[in-house]
């Protein structure tokens, strides 16, 4: 057996089984605010794409996927971002979903013949981003992002000397959990490091969708890269996704783009990786990836959720609404987020995640110890229903001397 395996800790949601293993909530309904799965319908025209073209089942895909996929992702990536090129043929390739694409793509870019090798994450993080590092043989190191610097990334956190060992550096924005959406001044200090030790740049930009202000959407790596006069995305590869976009988590479909030297490299990866995508995916991919309307419309439902739900939480926890995506990172009353995990599921049948299990101890520290993780994807009035539920809970609940 490959002995890397034996270095990848627990997925967050198996260590919540085991917490909550033995205990009986009330017989009330269950509300899971856990996991980040989107909970709205999946679009008509998604669905109608995709029954409209069962005979793609009947075809080996290719791995670069059909021109008019990789037509539509272009498109969106130019229009979403205001870019003045994207080459289709070259700086764009569909995947199945960001999960896998975000752990292949370190197997593809990561040289274990250096001595040392250093892939760098935030903290806390999305946990593929740390067993990719792992099973390409690369040692995982973590920035954390906490409250009083505003959950920003502390790139001055490494000395230059580490930051020469980095071949690898995820970053997340909109951030899981946190929310915080990386600035154009943070990707200038990005790209300066990048360019200074030769790392190379995931950006996990899969809830790049949801966000509150209709005219002021997130900026995305490409997007700084344009706006900074970086010509061509040099060693720089986004991720996005339709499952938070449109509602589609079990199409296991998205898209990267960037760097076409990183992305021919990638996609002989994949090739060997047995990873194409269906063409009956990749037609009812397009059809998302070409309408807007959806889009619009499942923003706007979380955007309601967020405004019902956070006046009803401010009472009793502090959970600041984010800059983007569709959690609240929510610091717990007493600081115990296992506990009040727990301890809420007993009393309310509501479920949340302990943020330490998104997290690594960096520097004397877990930064998600303290936190949980609320996921607004149920629908609104379940989630007014587990807002109530929470607080009544605070109110409540002792807490520790």
Same mark, same amino acid.
């Given at each position: 057996?490959?002995?890397?395996?034996?270095?990848? #800790?627990?997925?967050?949601?198996?260590?919540?089984?085991?917490?909550?293993?033995?205990?009986?909530?009330?017989?009330?309904?269950?509300? @899971?605010?856990?996991?980040?799965?989107?909970?709205?319908?999946?679009?008509? %025209?998604?669905?109608?794409?995709?029954?409209?073209?069962?005979?793609?089942?009947?075809?080996?895909?290719?791995?670069?996927?059909?021109?008019?996929?990789?037509?539509?992702?272009?498109?969106?990536?130019?229009?979403?971002?205001?870019?003045?090129?994207?080459?289709?043929?070259?700086?764009?390739?569909?995947?199945?979903?960001?999960?896998?694409? +975000?752990?292949?793509?370190?197997?593809?870019?990561?040289? *274990?013949? !250096?001595?040392?090798?250093?892939?760098?994450?935030?903290?806390?993080?999305?946990?593929?981003?740390?067993?990719?590092?792992?099973?390409?043989?690369?040692?995982?190191?973590?920035?954390? #992002?906490?409250?009083?610097?505003?959950? @920003?990334?502390?790139?001055?956190?490494?000395?230059?000397?580490?930051?020469? @060992?980095? #071949?690898?550096?995820?970053?997340?924005?909109?951030?899981?959990?946190?929310?915080?959406?990386?600035?154009?001044?943070?990707?200038?200090?990005?790209?300066?490091?990048?360019? !200074?030790?030769?790392?190379?740049?995931?950006?996990?930009?899969?809830?790049?969708?949801?966000?509150?202000?209709?005219?002021?959407?997130?900026?995305?790596?490409?997007?700084?890269?344009?706006?900074?006069?970086?010509?061509?995305?040099?060693?720089?590869?986004?991720?996005?996704?339709?499952?938070?976009?449109?509602?589609?988590?079990?199409?296991?479909?998205?898209?990267?783009?960037?760097?076409?030297?990183? +992305? &021919?490299?990638?996609?002989?990866? !994949?090739?060997?990786?047995?990873?194409?995508?269906?063409?009956?995916?990749?037609?009812?991919?397009?059809?998302?990836?070409?309408?807007?309307?959806?889009?619009?419309?499942?923003?706007? &439902?979380?955007?309601? &959720?967020?405004?019902?739900?956070?006046?009803?939480?401010?009472?009793?926890? *502090?959970?600041?609404?984010?800059?983007?995506?569709?959690?609240?990172?929510?610091?717990?009353?007493?600081?115990?987020?296992?506990?009040?995990?727990?301890?809420?599921?007993?009393?309310?049948?509501?479920?949340? +995640?302990?943020? #330490?299990?998104?997290?690594?101890?960096?520097?004397?520290?877990?930064?998600?110890?303290?936190?949980?993780?609320?996921? %607004?994807?149920?629908?609104?009035?379940?989630?007014?229903?587990?807002?109530?539920?929470? *607080?009544?809970?605070?109110?409540? @609940?002792?807490?520790?001397?």
């Amino acid at each position: 057996m490959n002995p890397l395996l034996d270095r990848l #800790q627990p997925y967050p949601f198996e260590r919540l089984r085991v917490l909550l293993n033995g205990v009986a909530p009330p017989p009330v309904p269950a509300i @899971r605010l856990s996991i980040g799965e989107p909970q709205h319908p999946t679009p008509e %025209l998604v669905r109608r794409a995709l029954t409209d073209n069962l005979d793609g089942l009947a075809v080996y895909p290719l791995t670069a996927g059909l021109d008019e996929l990789r037509d539509a992702l272009a498109a969106w990536f130019t229009r979403r971002y205001g870019l003045a090129s994207l080459d289709e043929a070259t700086e764009v390739l569909p995947v199945n979903g960001t999960r896998e694409a +975000l752990f292949a793509f370190a197997q593809s870019v990561i040289d *274990v013949s !250096r001595r040392d090798a250093v892939v760098v994450s935030p903290n806390p993080f999305y946990q593929i981003y740390e067993g990719a590092a792992l099973l390409a043989g690369a040692r995982p190191v973590f920035l954390n #992002q906490i409250a009083r610097d505003g959950f @920003r990334l502390d790139l001055d956190a490494l000395s230059e000397d580490e930051w020469s @060992r980095v #071949q690898l550096l995820y970053v997340c924005s909109p951030g899981n959990p946190t929310g915080r959406v990386l600035t154009l001044d943070d990707w200038r200090e990005i790209f300066a490091r990048a360019d !200074r030790h030769g790392f190379v740049i995931a950006s996990d930009e899969c809830y790049s969708e949801i966000y509150g202000d209709e005219n002021r959407p997130p900026i995305g790596g490409l997007e700084a890269s344009h706006r900074l006069g970086r010509s061509r995305y040099k060693n720089l590869v986004v991720f996005t996704s339709l499952s938070k976009r449109s509602n589609a988590p079990g199409l296991r479909s998205g898209g990267v783009a960037g760097d076409a030297a990183l +992305l &021919k490299r990638f996609l002989l990866y !994949r090739t060997y990786h047995g990873s194409a995508m269906s063409l009956t995916v990749q037609r009812a991919s397009i059809a998302a990836w070409r309408d807007e309307t959806h889009v619009r419309e499942n923003r706007a &439902k979380y955007r309601e &959720k967020f405004a019902a739900v956070a006046p009803l939480l401010a009472p009793a926890m *502090v959970a600041p609404l984010p800059d983007a995506g569709f959690y609240l990172w929510a610091q717990v009353p007493g600081g115990d987020d296992e506990s009040f995990t727990r301890e809420l599921f007993a009393a309310t049948n509501v479920t949340v +995640l302990p943020g #330490q299990y998104l997290a690594r101890e960096a520097n004397g520290v877990n930064p998600g110890r303290g936190y949980v993780r609320i996921a %607004l994807v149920p629908d609104i009035a379940d989630c007014v229903e587990a807002a109530r539920r929470i *607080v009544e809970f605070c109110r409540r @609940r002792p807490l520790a001397d």
